[in-house]
């Protein structure tokens, strides 16, 4: 795997840069980090570009055996890399088949759409080409959270990327492009497709943005993007948009309550702007509140993540130290210490307890289809516990009613 290059302005980074975009210059100036999730990511995409080749292009079944067991050597690969891969080049293969004949296709493009997007460049996990229409696919190892392809702005880059690398071949050819974001894990598998005028339209209307963010004179633009910035805990802007527990005085604008509110005298409380209000908060005061201080706790763990790294680097932090967790006793030998018990006389079967493995253990051994095939009927989903969500939020509501019935049969 050669080591990743990365543009100030990244597709993979767009979405953040096109809400702030003071932010590529500012966490140009941090410290580089990586994962273990990361480097994970890089040796799933390795894999999956070897099989993408195994299946599109030429490639002998030694090259590939030789090329693949070699990734398996590395002390990250996990069996379930490779069940996920074949997943990602199944739904490739059922693309491929959308198309009327057999499609151009490779894998790990390098894309440069450094016309829309200063020095920007990036890689296409997989571009297929034929007719009328362009595909791109995007592979995502990730199991945080689903990631739609529908508006996405790092799809569009690398659809413009891509469109640009291959325009000398096909020419006008391609009025369309669909971009295809693939996550497996999380069996979410979501695509879009708009016209080419449509894509170049979007990139002419990012470019002054773009411009900006390259600058230097960008502005910085606190939101949901700060989830994955890299400066997330120590940045000014950020810490000022965390302004619930302050706003928490003013949650009751002073004009909303009359003065001679039907607040009884003996629980009349003084409110933030010398008015009278309800010691209690109404339902719509607190569904207000929870907007306002849903990204409070988020941050929260940022800062002591930082402030945790840095004590362990041996940099002072105001007011804090480590000290060690808890913990508990554990064997220094177990399989010694197992046979000294039943040495003294206890019975195995006292000593030892036999557990089935769990079912995401049991569907990673013999992969989704086979699992579906043998035990798929033994497997039920009841309604999950009631979580709380914006309205927005796509899921279905909650039904209390629906919930008493799941799982009861006809
Ligand atoms: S934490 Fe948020 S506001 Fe601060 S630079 Fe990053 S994206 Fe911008």
Known sequence: MP????ALLSASSAARWLNCT?????????????????????????IAELKVLKKFTVMTNRTYNTRLNKLKKD?????????????????LTEQAMLYDSAPTVAAEVQVDFSEYVPEGFGTCDCVMIGGDTLSITDYKHGKGVPVSATGNPQMRLYALGALRRYAPIFGDTIQKVRMSIDQPRLDSYTSETITVE??????????????????????????EHCRFCRGRAQCRANADGQTALEDFKDCVPASS?????????EYAHIGAHGNIVHPLLSDDEIGDLLIRGQH?????????????????????????????????????????AIEAVIAAGYDEALVYDRKPKTLSELEKLMGKAEFAEKIGQYVVKPLGKPTLA?????????????????????
């Open 3 to 6: 080591p990743e290059k990365h």
């Open 22 to 46: 003071a932010a590529p210059r500012f966490e140009a100036e941090l410290p580089e980090t990586t994962s273990r999730y990361a480097e994970e990511g890089r040796l799933a995409h390795a």
């Open 75 to 91: 002390p990250l690969y996990d069996s379930e890399m490779d069940k996920t891969t074949d997943l990602y080049v199944e739904h």
């Open 198 to 223: 449509e894509l170049r339209a979007w990139g002419e209307s990012i470019k002054p943005i773009a411009q900006k963010a390259y600058s230097g004179l960008g502005e910085f633009v606190p939101g």
């Open 257 to 265: 309550v009359p003065a001679d509110s039907l607040v009884p005298q």
């Open 296 to 336: 409070l706790v988020k941050w929260y763990k940022d800062l002591e993540e930082y402030a945790t790294s840095r004590l362990l680097d041996g940099k002072p932090i105001k007011g804090w130290k480590l000290v060690a967790g808890r913990s508990i006793r554990t064997f220094t030998d177990q399989d010694a």
């Open 390 to 410: 914006l309205i927005t939020d796509k899921r279905e509501a909650y039904n209390p009613a629906a919930a008493d019935f799941a799982g009861v049969a006809e």
